[in-house]
């Protein structure tokens, strides 16, 4: 196994420097002048384009292109990501907390879908043409056909504006220290938020358990186990559901990466300052580094993703060999 992570991490070495820069020249193409958004500007005119010259080369923008990319990926490397304009700090610190928000929010997240997708979609083969399965095939089309930003208005609409029982969004905030009562609020902020996200990654899950437990259903081996006179309960979960963990378990690791990069419209909706919420904030603000870091992050998550998926398939089914 550590050869062929060996062998899958240096295949994918061109394609992060392929990512990376097309990422970079992306960036670097947005209209607007970082420099100049950090100048204060109540100072006069030439102590302005004095300090916009001064914030230009520390900010290293004088070089040509090739040559900040390449000073990039080496303080990259050595850990240094950068100076956020927006925030006046350093990438590095200003990345932690909304990095955190956002992998808290999908723990829970992926949680509740893998205690709703397993057993309900066993159910749903099981009961194959059932008014279970009929229910759930609407959910998974409705939730999936539905934009994600108008679940998430409508949740709003609904426990915050009509029922009164959760906030609309936002994140509350520490005025006394973070005690209990400030974690209890901090979770009551995250319901909304999870329940959307919960909602989608449920929706577009629920089929392929379904799918791959019908498939699993129909071999020829289920029915052996079933001639031999075994219970329809060891038939289903000691013989078919094993089987058919292999593609779920595929879904389920993709689908856990996919929310981590890709919940930028709810975290939006909500106000959760997660690393979506605050992509969009500094695209807005043109935080040239910040961004740059942000699709970065995502770039890896996909990338981890694939890899992670792979040597589950390998774990999950001993027939493939992983080399």
Not at 132 to 147: H, R
Not at 227 to 250: C, D, M, Q
Request: proline share 5%; charged share 15%; with cysteine.
């Amino acid at each position: 196994m550590l050869k062929y992570l060996a062998k899958r991490l240096i295949s994918m070495i061109p394609v992060v420097i392929a990512i990376t820069i097309i990422i970079f020249a992306l960036v670097k193409a947005m209209p607007g002048d970082p420099a100049r958004m950090m100048i204060n500007p109540a100072l006069k005119e030439e102590q302005r384009e004095a300090a916009y010259r001064a914030m230009r080369e520390k900010l290293g923008l004088d070089y040509p292109m090739p040559v900040q990319y390449v000073k990039w990926i080496a303080a990259t490397l050595s850990g240094d990501l950068g100076w956020s304009s927006m925030n006046n700090r350093p990438v590095k610190e200003v990345i932690a907390e909304p990095l955190r928000n956002t992998l808290i929010l999908n723990v829970f997240v992926t949680i509740c879908e893998i205690a709703v997708i397993l057993p309900v979609g066993v159910v749903m083969a099981v009961r194959r043409g059932s008014l279970i399965d009929k229910f759930w095939q609407v959910f998974s089309l409705i939730g999936y056909s539905m934009p994600s930003f108008f679940i998430g208005l409508s949740l709003i609409f609904i426990f915050a504006l009509k029922l009164k029982l959760l906030p609309p969004g936002s994140m509350p905030i520490a005025a006394y220290g973070k005690d209990l009562a400030y974690y209890l609020s901090w979770f009551k902020y995250m319901l909304l938020p999870m329940l959307s996200l919960t909602i989608i990654s449920i929706a577009g899950s629920i089929r392929y358990v379904r799918n791959a437990m019908i498939e699993a259903l129909s071999q020829d081996y289920i029915r052996t186990a079933r001639s031999k006179g075994l219970s329809e309960k060891v038939v289903i979960y000691s013989h078919a559901f094993r089987n058919a963990l292999i593609p779920i378990s595929t879904i389920i690791i993709m689908s856990v990466f996919a929310l981590l990069s890709g919940s930028a419209i709810t975290e939006q909706v909500f106000a959760w300052k997660g690393i979506g919420y605050t992509l969009v904030l500094a695209l807005n603000n043109r935080d040239y580094m910040l961004v740059i870091t942000l699709n970065l992050l995502s770039t890896m998550l996909a990338i981890t993703a694939n890899i992670v998926a792979d040597i589950t398939y390998g774990i999950v089914d001993p027939r493939i060999k992983l080399e």
